[in-house]
Antibody
Framework: QVQLQESGPGLVKPSETLSLTCTVSGGSISGYYWSWIRQPPGKGLEWIGYIYYTGSSNYNPSLKSRVNISVDTSKNEFSLKLSSVTAADTAVYYC??????????WGQGTLVTVSS | EVLLTQSPGTLSLSPGERATLSCRASQTISNRYLAWYQKRPGQAPRLLFYDTFNRAAGIPDRFSGSGSGTDFTLTISRLEAEDFALYYCQQYGNSPWTFGQGTKVEIK
């Protein structure tokens, strides 16, 4: 069965770029949509965006100006870059397989803290 | 953006009781494009239902999903110990996809 694992720095300085990678195992990244979702401490879940294995993507308008999601089919992974981060970007970041709009499965999540 | 409001915020029940969780949308969700997830502490969210009532693989039949338009419901017929958790609804009928704020089902 497909499993996802997020990786990347747990601490990012304000104004810098947050970079995370999601490695997909147990199945191919090809043929599917893949997504990033985040949850700030004590707050709800927020969909960040998705990417198709071909590279086409769609982002949440609230983050669109700062987000880039890319895919590397040769490594079976996809990545998130969020620029100009502030403390408001502190959150647990999840990657997930986006089926028809729902998410299944999810990675375990990784906490990214924005602080100097 | 479609706003999803889940109620109640917290549901205090005993094992064996019935749980009814509500998810109300600020506008009609097309094609019943609504999903439910369960979140236990320290675990990844787990898909329960998609397209309102399609049960995900491995989800027990004590869970059921229903609704249409703007009102959706997740029902757990008889609570078991592992069901005490957080539950989120999510719509994907309109972009951006959005989530409700969650309902916590806790042991009374």
């Amino acid at each position: 069965q497909v499993q996802l694992q997020e990786s990347g720095p747990g601490l990012v300085k304000p104004s810098e770029t947050l970079s995370l990678t999601c490695t997909v195992s147990g199945g191919s990244i090809s043929g599917y949509y893949w997504s990033w979702i985040r949850q700030p401490p004590g707050k709800g879940l927020e969909w960040i965006g998705y990417i198709y294995y071909t590279g086409s993507s769609n982002y949440n308008p609230s983050l669109k100006s700062r987000v880039n999601i890319s895919v590397d089919t040769s490594k079976n992974e996809f990545s998130l870059k969020l620029s100009s981060v502030t403390a408001a970007d502190t959150a647990v970041y999840y990657c997930a397989k986006a089926m028809g709009g729902w998410f299944d499965p999810w990675g375990q999540g990784t906490l990214v803290t924005v602080s100097s | 953006e479609v706003l999803l409001t889940q109620s109640p915020g917290t549901l205090s029940l005993s094992p064996g009781e019935r749980a009814t969780l509500s998810c109300r949308a600020s506008q009609t969700i097309s094609n019943r494009y609504l999903a439910w997830y369960q979140k236990r502490p320290g675990q990844a969210p787990r898909l329960l239902f998609y397209d309102t009532f399609n049960r995900a693989a491995g989800i027990p039949d004590r869970f059921s999903g229903s609704g249409s338009g703007t009102d959706f419901t997740l029902t757990i017929s008889r609570l078991e110990a592992e069901d005490f958790a957080l539950y989120y609804c999510q719509q994907y009928g309109n972009s951006p996809w959005t989530f409700g704020q969650g309902t916590k089902v806790e042991i009374k």
